[in-house]
């Protein structure tokens, strides 16, 4: 099992930055790839970024350019962060964090964060 602990949601001004972060603890060693997805309001949740193994990354057009995903990594967790900047009203969503894992054949979920972009 993998638990995942997002944080670093909130309300922030149209071109703003935000950056949210999601700790996997638990069977971390069976994690292949962490990424996030969002849920806007009355829409089905899509992808947004993901970071695999070897640290090569891939996004949303959507947020190309505007998105970083990055991992780091510690003895008993792993910590993948987003950092968003340039934000658009659009960005508006609830944000998901996600592990799966290959050997498992599980994907894992966390509680979910709500970015709000507003002026």
């Known amino acids: 099992q993998v638990q995942l602990v997002e944080s670093g949601g909130g309300l922030v001004q149209p071109g703003g930055s935000l950056r949210l972060s999601c700790a996997a603890s638990g069977s971390i060693f069976s994690i292949n790839s962490m990424g996030w997805y969002r849920q806007a309001p009355g829409k089905g949740r899509e992808f947004v970024a993901r970071?695999?193994?070897?640290?090569?990354?891939?996004?949303a057009d959507s947020v190309k350019g505007r998105f970083t995903i990055s991992r780091d990594n510690a003895k008993n967790t792993v910590t993948v962060y987003l950092q968003m900047n340039s934000l658009k009203p659009e960005d508006t969503a609830v944000y998901y964090c996600n592990a799966h894992s290959g050997i498992y054949a599980a994907d894992y979920w966390g509680q979910g964060t709500q970015v709000t972009v507003s002026s």
């Open positions: 970071i695999i193994g070897d640290g090569s990354s891939n996004y």
